[in-house]
């Protein structure tokens, strides 16, 4: 009697059959054709100190707690990725939850053979506890899928290449301040531009940055308010989340109390300079002795 062998077969779904042979082969040709980071990073440095925007567009900052979170931005992963070659970047939304989002990607070397995960949160609903509008919930998401990707991207760039490259945009962002004049000028363009935007005024960046004029704005808080500006424009953090603006108005509480503070000092120091000097007296700035014979002058004028 002929002896039937039964082999044991796995169940691989024809989609995963597919996806294992794209990553096999963009594995294969990664191996085939390795990258040269040198040259990667050489040539995103040259591109980036090219153009004062794009430089503007690699960093942000943060307020949080007092403090200052500065980094990388989206736009700095994205382009440093382009550049660095061999990399797969995945991203999606894992879930839209009642009061959060979840977005997942995933950053795989193929030439290394080396992938990193990430989760991101977002909340979407607002101080009140009111869900967003759908519209806004659609923003949301996409700012956590490319705050994930920049997460999942610089986890598996080296940081040696990344803050190579993170240094050269600073120095474009703060240009050339050789003398008084060209760094007044990048300092009226900076708050033009928060003004213009944003619709921030001077009193409440003066008290984000807990200073009393803007001519104590330097280079480091230049590149505090444009990394603040790139987050806001990312999605990372919003005008009223940076300057502690309420729902009730436009202008941040703390600045509020600051210029009521400084309008009150301004107002006590002008009555007291306005106040009534004391009617000068007859003999003042005179000697004793002068003073004595005015006295009997006026008692002879008296009797007469």
């Not at 290449?161 to 050789?178: C, F, H, L, N, Q």
């Amino acid at each position: 009697m002929e002896e039937i062998e039964i082999f044991k077969t796995e169940n691989v779904s024809v989609i995963e059959a597919q996806t294992r042979g794209e990553i096999d082969i963009q594995i294969a040709t990664a191996k085939n054709y390795p990258r040269n980071a040198e040259r990667a990073v050489a040539n995103v440095i040259a591109t980036i100190s090219r153009d004062k925007d794009l430089a503007q567009s690699c960093v942000y900052t943060l307020p949080r707690a007092g403090k200052e979170i500065s980094g990388a931005s989206v736009h700095l992963a994205r382009f440093l990725a382009s550049e660095y070659g061999n990399l797969r970047i995945d991203a999606k939304i894992v879930e839209i939850g009642d009061t959060m989002i979840t977005a997942q990607a995933v950053a795989f070397d193929l030439e290394k053979n080396y992938a990193i995960r990430t989760e991101v949160k977002r909340r979407i609903t607002n101080k009140n506890g009111e869900r967003f509008a759908d519209d806004m919930i659609v923003v949301t998401c996409n700012a956590g899928l490319a705050i994930a990707s920049r997460n999942a991207i610089l986890q598996v760039i080296p940081v040696t290449v990344t803050g190579r490259v993170y240094e050269s945009a600073k120095k474009m962002i703060i240009g050339d301040m050789s003398d008084e004049q060209k760094m007044l000028k990048r300092r009226k363009e900076i708050l033009d531009g928060f003004l213009n935007t944003y619709n921030v005024s001077e009193s409440e960046i003066l008290a984000l940055l807990e200073l009393e004029t803007v001519n104590q704005i330097k280079e480091t808080q230049m590149l505090t308010l444009v990394g603040l500006g790139q987050a806001i424009k990312d999605g990372d953090t919003t005008v009223a989340e940076a300057f502690g603006r309420t729902t009730a108005s436009t202008v941040a509480g703390d600045t509020k109390k600051k210029v009521a503070d400084a309008i009150a000092k301004a107002n006590a120091k002008r009555k007291k300079g306005n106040a009534p000097k004391p009617a000068e007296q007859p003999g003042d700035g005179l000697t004793d002795a002068e003073k004595e014979m005015l006295k009997k002058e006026s008692e002879q004028q008296r009797l007469l």
